[in-house]
């Protein structure tokens, strides 16, 4: 498949430019061609059966008009408008009017003055015979050196038989084939010069957007972010030059992600490291006699290196649940026990240190979520709550039932987080400004909330008043929604 794919690639080199010249090119000629072709095949052909249903409707007017006694003004008119020969007699072949627009070698002048018009009396015969209300025959002229419509047509009037005989050329004029042929030619150049600015200026338009947003992708492919793609023109091109924009966008967003993923995780490696370089080196050379001070410069390192461990778990964590490897493992459980279960943990806490930690439930209903990763989120909000709510010990648990969900709140008296600040917190590495070394974080936590409760699709969100203090919460909908 590969191979062959290599083998087209040089057939799709040419241009866009090229392409639509050629396609333009070639529509011009067959419409070219086309018009020669039915002048030179169909015309004549077309222009016999256009007289031959001019002679019979001449024919047609000049019997209607016989009986509004206009058949005289009628031939006259006739016969010089079109060209003819118009002969009425009567049954017996006696002129009665004639009007010849043909001249002396007209046909039927001949056959008057030649032959005491044979031909018109075995045309009568032949009208007759065949019972038709009309006859229609094409003859050579050899004199004229045309080919004519003769036409002859029989008819009563208060009893009196009538007939009436019309001679017309069949082949057009020559001065008509040549006027209709000079146009043709200064059709074609029209029609040649006018394709070629048409395919000049069509081609421009459509392949001049798509060479600007080229140049314009080459420069972002680059690494310049910064490139505007906005073009306009034709649909299509809009649409791809938003498409190229929103793709620009979220690659940029991604490549500052990066550089600040790299500039953080570098910088919360090295904070770590540089303590436990210095603690270690500080036991090697001062305390390592002094049993008191190496016990605690050797809790420093090993804080440090919890702290290490914890960023790197939280790394690898994220990176799986923002790559979605991570498969969620549903249970059906008891929310009161889940969170009792987990408030035991901070019984200490509690006790030791003055924390007024306390659930406020909601009739008990049965969840479906992964036990495991609920459990992070609410670690996550409580451990936050105590770390942030400053003198306030103050923390809720509460569950709130609604009708569709289950609404559960952490909340906490601390000192709140600026409206400024509040869209960031669930942004990586994001951590407050003041947040002093001593509270072990690594920023990551929220991040982490926030990509759990995403892939169980719950509703989660925050509020928070500087100074009163920070609710998180999220809504587990009572029919669940897996991803
Ligand atoms: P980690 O959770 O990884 O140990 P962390 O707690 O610093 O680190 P997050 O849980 O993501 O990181 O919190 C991000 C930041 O949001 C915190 O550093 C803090 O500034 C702010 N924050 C979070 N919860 C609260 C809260 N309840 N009150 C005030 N500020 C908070
Ligand atoms: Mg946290």
């Not at 430019?17 to 070219?32: E, K, L, M, P």
């Not at 036409?151 to 004029?173: H, K, M, W």
């Not at 440090?304 to 969620?328: F, H, P, Q, Y």
Request: glycine share 6%; charged share 30%; proline share 2%.
């Amino acid at each position: 498949m590969k191979r062959s794919d290599k083998s087209a690639a040089p057939r799709s080199k040419r241009s866009l430019r090229y392409y639509v010249s050629i396609y333009f090119v070639i529509f011009t000629v067959i419409i070219i061609i086309l018009l020669w072709i039915f002048q030179y095949f169909f015309l004549a052909r077309y222009y016999r059966s256009a007289r031959i249903r001019a002679v019979s409707s001449v024919g047609d007017m000049l019997v209607d008009s016989y009986s509004s006694n206009d058949i005289e003004g009628g031939m006259i008119r006739s016969a010089f408008d079109n060209g003819m020969c118009i002969v009425l007699t009567n049954s017996s072949g006696a002129l009665i009017k004639g009007e010849n627009n043909l001249g002396s070698l007209s046909y039927f002048m001949r056959d008057r003055v030649e032959s005491s018009g044979y031909y018109m009396h075995q045309l009568k015969q032949e009208l007759i015979e065949s019972g038709q209300r009309e006859l229609i025959k094409i003859i050579k002229n050899s004199e004229l050196r045309s080919e004519e419509i003769i036409y002859c047509r029989g008819f009563t009037i208060n009893g009196d038989q009538f007939y009436l005989y019309i001679e017309a050329s069949a082949d057009p004029v020559d001065s008509t084939v040549s006027i209709i042929r000079e146009q043709l030619v200064y059709i074609t150049i029209i029609i040649a010069e006018l394709a070629f600015i048409i395919t000049l200026f069509i081609s421009k338009r459509l392949s001049d957007p798509i060479v600007n947003l080229t140049s314009k992708a080459k420069k972002f492919a680059d690494g310049d972010f910064n490139v505007k793609f906005e073009e306009r023109g034709y649909n299509e091109i809009t649409e791809l030059s938003k498409v190229l924009d929103s793709a620009e966008a979220e690659i940029g967003k991604v490549n500052q992600l990066r550089t600040d993923l790299i500039a953080n995780i570098s910088h919360d490696l090295r904070t770590p490291l540089t303590m436990v370089k210095a603690y270690a080196e500080m036991i090697r050379d001062l305390s390592g006699d002094n049993p008191e001070k190496r016990n605690e410069h050797l809790a420093i390192i090993i804080d440090e290196a919890d702290r290490l461990s914890n960023l790197v778990n939280n790394i690898l964590e994220l990176s799986k649940l923002e790559s979605g490897n991570l498969e969620l493992k549903y249970q059906e459980f008891s929310l009161h026990d889940k969170i009792h279960d987990i408030l035991t943990r901070y019984t200490l806490l509690i006790e030791e240190q003055g924390y007024d930690i306390a659930f406020e439930p909601d009739e008990d209903r049965i969840i479906y979520a992964d036990p495991e990763k609920l459990d992070q989120v609410l670690y996550n909000f409580i451990n936050n709550a105590i770390n942030y709510s400053g003198d306030k010990k103050i923390i809720r648990v509460r569950q709130l039932n609604r009708e569709t969900c289950t609404r559960i709140e952490v909340e906490d008296n601390g000192k709140g987080i600026s409206k400024e600040l509040l869209p960031k917190v669930f942004d990586r590495y994001y951590r407050g400004e003041k947040v002093k070394r001593d509270v072990v974080g690594t920023g990551l936590g929220l991040s982490i909330c926030r990509e759990i409760l995403k892939r169980h699709n719950f509703a989660f969100g925050v509020l928070s008043e500087e100074g009163k203090g920070t609710t998180f919460w999220f809504e587990i909908p009572l029919t669940p929604k897996k991803d």
